[in-house]
């Protein structure tokens, strides 16, 4: 059973760092792509990074470039997203994903399987 949980999110002021994890079970990460996605209140699911199986390329929405950095560790099982200098426009709730085609994508159709989301808070 492929299982993804997400953890590390919190309460931070404006510019400060949070790091987010996604632990999965299940399936390896040598063969599925892995996306992260993030959610505001009367907003729609959006993209915000992805990691291909394949080569460890990565993608960002431009709203997060040079500010959040996707990595994983396939010995662990875990994909993190390093996020810094965040704003209040980063407060949501973060999903990570799973999906069987290599390559990642920043569409949430794209994706199968999904963790039960963490919520991320930027205010002071």
């Known amino acids: 059973q492929l299982q993804l949980v997400e953890s590390g999110g919190g309460l931070v002021q404006p510019g400060g760092s949070l790091r987010l994890s996604c632990a999965v079970s299940?399936?390896?990460?040598?063969?599925?792509?892995i996306g992260w996605f993030r959610q505001a209140p009367g907003k729609e699911r959006e993209g915000v990074s992805c990691?291909?199986?394949?080569?460890?390329?990565?993608l960002y929405a431009d709203s997060v470039k040079g500010r959040f950095t996707i990595s994983r560790d396939n010995a662990k099982n875990t994909v993190y997203l390093q996020m810094n200098s965040l704003k209040p426009e980063d407060t949501a709730v973060y999903y990570c994903?799973?999906?069987?085609?290599?390559?990642?994508?920043?569409?949430?159709?794209?994706?199968?399987?999904w963790g039960q989301g963490t919520q991320v808070t930027v205010s002071s």
């Open positions: 990691i291909s199986s394949s080569d460890g390329s990565t």
């Open positions: 994903a799973a999906t069987r085609v290599r390559v990642g994508s920043m569409w949430p159709a794209v994706y199968a399987n």
């Open positions: 299940g399936f390896s990460l040598d063969y599925y792509a």
